[in-house]
């Protein structure tokens, strides 16, 4: 691992480690998990870390990802996994709608996107998250699930096709609610929002 640290006591490269990425880890373990499971897999982790600090690979996020989400997928079950996911994307559609400028606007966004990504499989929510919240390339999301860059970019395709077909879904059924009330929507349709904007959005939006 290389950092501006590199000369450092080993105590002190693993603090470094911890300040610059436990709140990322403990972010992606709760989106997965209760509170008390997070936080115990998040410094699990990094317990896991300091036993292997002279090893570890630049940048760590995508290393320190894959070991929490092994961690997970010991300790938590498919089922409560999904579950705690969905109740956690539920959760970002709720909070400070009050409180924004233009409230209408930014809650239908954020409310079609997890309405949408509710019904995706767990798989291609994590490949979406990996990506647009955690910021990572194909190739550094594919070592988080152990797979090569292009199998892991062949599951992002696949998962933003599936978003975007969720997405298209609930468009039409908002269509169809407005003509049965008599009041459709005036305005033309506009650009479509990317898949990963949208997703991005739903984070950003909670934060």
Same mark, same amino acid.
């Given at each position: #691992?290389?950092? @501006?640290?590199?000369?450092?006591?080993?105590? =002190? /490269?693993?603090?470094? $480690?911890?300040?610059?990425?436990?709140?990322?880890? %403990?972010?992606?373990? $709760?989106?997965?998990?209760?509170?008390?499971?997070?936080?115990?897999?998040?410094?699990?982790?990094?317990?896991?870390?300091?036993? &292997?600090?002279?090893?570890?690979? =630049?940048?760590?996020?995508?290393?320190?990802?894959?070991?929490?989400?092994?961690?997970?997928? &010991?300790?938590?079950?498919?089922? #409560? !996994?999904?579950?705690?996911?969905? !109740? !956690?994307?539920?959760?970002?559609? =709720?909070?400070? @709608?009050?409180?924004?400028? =233009?409230?209408?606007?930014?809650?239908?966004? /954020?409310?079609?996107?997890?309405?949408?990504?509710?019904?995706?499989?767990? &798989?291609?929510?994590?490949?979406?998250? %990996?990506?647009?919240?955690?910021?990572?390339?194909?190739?550094?999301?594919?070592?988080?699930?152990?797979?090569?860059?292009?199998?892991?970019?062949?599951? $992002?395709?696949?998962?933003?096709?599936?978003?975007? &077909?969720? $997405?298209?879904?609930?468009?039409?059924?908002?269509? *169809? *609610?407005?003509?049965?009330?008599?009041?459709?929507?005036?305005?033309?349709?506009?650009?479509?929002?990317? @898949?990963?904007?949208?997703? !991005?959005?739903?984070?950003?939006?909670?934060?």
């Amino acid at each position: #691992m290389r950092t @501006d640290r590199a000369d450092a006591p080993p105590t =002190d /490269r693993l603090a470094d $480690l911890y300040d610059r990425y436990h709140a990322r880890i %403990l972010a992606f373990c $709760l989106l997965r998990a209760d509170e008390t499971v997070a936080e115990e897999v998040a410094s699990e982790t990094f317990v896991i870390a300091w036993r &292997k600090l002279s090893a570890l690979p =630049d940048p760590p996020l995508p290393w320190l990802l894959g070991v929490a989400r092994n961690l997970l997928r &010991k300790q938590y079950g498919a089922r #409560m !996994r999904r579950e705690t996911l969905l !109740r !956690r994307l539920a959760e970002l559609a =709720d909070r400070r @709608d009050e409180q924004e400028w =233009d409230v209408a606007e930014r809650f239908v966004l /954020r409310e079609s996107a997890v309405r949408a990504l509710s019904e995706l499989s767990e &798989k291609h929510v994590e490949a979406l998250t %990996l990506v647009a919240w955690n910021g990572l390339s194909p190739a550094e999301a594919g070592r988080v699930v152990g797979c090569s860059a292009g199998t892991f970019s062949v599951r $992002l395709h696949r998962a933003r096709r599936a978003l975007l &077909k969720e $997405l298209e879904a609930l468009e039409g059924s908002a269509a *169809r *609610r407005g003509r049965g009330r008599g009041s459709p929507d005036p305005r033309p349709p506009g650009p479509r929002t990317p @898949d990963h904007t949208i997703v !991005r959005t739903v984070h950003q939006e909670a934060r």
